[in-house]
């Protein structure tokens, strides 16, 4: 079984900066995985934030230019550092794994994750 470890998130003031980590961990065998984040709030729908996925880097429109997202391939980590944070980026972020190359793997689409992690809260007060 695969676990996510999520750390980071917490309390800012609109314009300042927060990092989100997550590490694939369990029974990952012999894949690397693509990781990334996604973003929830009461009443919507889970939405795309970025991915790592091998040397790619993929971002929402939202957050370019603002969201940066690194990690260790080997490793399969990710940290997601985020910047002149906005009070609309209050949200609860859910790290999301699956490993490389997948069938039918789009980064944009929740379901193309096998694994999720708990979630931490991010709120940015104006």
């Known amino acids: 079984q695969v676990q996510l470890v999520e750390s980071g998130g917490g309390l800012v003031q609109a314009g300042g900066s927060l990092t989100l980590s997550c590490a694939v961990s369990?029974?990952?065998?012999?894949?690397?995985?693509?990781v990334g984040w996604f973003r929830q709030t009461p009443g919507k729908e889970r939405e795309f934030v970025a991915v790592?996925?091998?040397?790619?880097?993929y971002y929402a429109d939202f957050v370019k230019g603002r969201f940066i997202i690194t990690g260790d391939n080997v490793r399969n980590t990710a940290e997601l550092r985020m910047n002149s944070l906005k009070p609309e980026d209050t949200a609860v972020y859910y790290c999301?794994?699956?490993?490389?190359?997948?069938?039918?793997?789009?980064?944009?689409?929740?379901?193309?994750?096998?694994?999720w992690g708990q979630g931490t809260q991010v709120t940015v007060s104006s």
């Open positions: 790592r996925n091998w040397n790619d880097r």
């Open positions: 369990g029974r990952t065998g012999s894949y690397y995985y693509a």
């Open positions: 999301a794994a699956t490993p490389l190359f997948s069938p039918g793997y789009d980064y944009l689409r929740a379901t193309s994750y096998e694994s």
